[in-house]
């Protein structure tokens, strides 16, 4: 079993729609969650982190943690072709020794104009 | 500069060629990371470096050899690499907040092995 999984898409939405972007880890005493954005040919991205169990916001994103079935979600409201991008889900754990983060392969989205 | 930074930008070698890649990071983090990211496979932690004291080694094979003289630069030393090395090199960065700590990415550098 992988220990960050993610559907590796690509994940089609119309402009305007909300994309829904999933992850789940195997880690029980992960820490921190992580969404990048990678275009093409670039590095990640920092989109927005959740440490928490819920909801937390910045502007279209919205990520949503559930710790009891490990998994984490990223929703982007209003999407844009400009969104267009792999998005990587990424995973601190709890071992203070262990400071890096665990990648997923990341699900590729298209946002049509 | 700002943020995070890597040279050269793309790099193409031999097989028996030894080049270094550099990262510098202008953030003040005191924790540096070496990833790589070969096309379809996530990205896979090679070293990660905390106050210039390397604290992860994730099984990379010798020809690629690290060095951190201080918190704000990281080398990747190669020499002797194959065709599958070529790949994207990732150079991050972050400071230990704990649960909020944060990795910052340069923008890599592209390596082609002949």
């Known amino acids: 079993q992988k220990e960050v999984e993610q559907n590796s898409g690509p994940l089609s939405v119309p402009e305007g729609a909300i994309a829904s972007l999933n992850c789940t880890y195997s880690?029980?005493?992960?820490?921190?969650f992580f969404w990048y954005r990678q275009y093409s040919g670039k590095s990640p991205e920092l989109i927005m982190f959740?440490?928490?169990?819920g909801d937390k916001e910045d502007g279209r994103f919205t990520a949503q943690l559930n710790k009891a079935s490990q998994y984490v979600s990223l929703l982007i409201r209003d999407s844009q072709p400009s969104d267009s991008a792999t998005y990587l889900c990424?995973?601190?754990?709890?071992?203070?020794?262990?400071?890096?983060?665990?990648f997923g392969s990341g699900t590729r989205l298209q946002v049509q104009p | 500069e700002t943020g995070v930074t890597q040279t050269p930008r793309h790099l193409v070698m031999g097989m028996t060629n030894k080049k270094s890649l550099k990262c510098e990071q202008h953030?003040?983090?005191?924790?540096m990371y070496w990833y790589k990211q070969s096309a379809k496979k996530p990205l896979e932690l090679m070293f990660v470096?905390?106050?210039?004291?390397?604290?992860e080694n994730n099984s990379v094979p010798s020809r690629f050899s690290p060095e951190c003289p201080n918190s704000s630069h990281l080398f990747l030393h190669l020499h002797t690499l194959q065709p599958e090395d070529s790949a994207l090199y990732l150079c991050a960065s972050s400071q230990d907040w704990g649960e909020r700590e944060t990795q910052y990415f340069g923008p890599g550098t592209r390596l082609l092995v002949l």
């Open positions: 880690d029980r005493g992960s820490q921190s």
């Open positions: 959740i440490y928490s169990n």
């Open positions: 470096y905390n106050f210039k004291e390397q604290t």
């Open positions: 990424a995973v601190k754990s709890r071992n203070t020794g262990r400071r890096a983060l665990t």
């Open positions: 953030l003040g983090h005191n924790a």
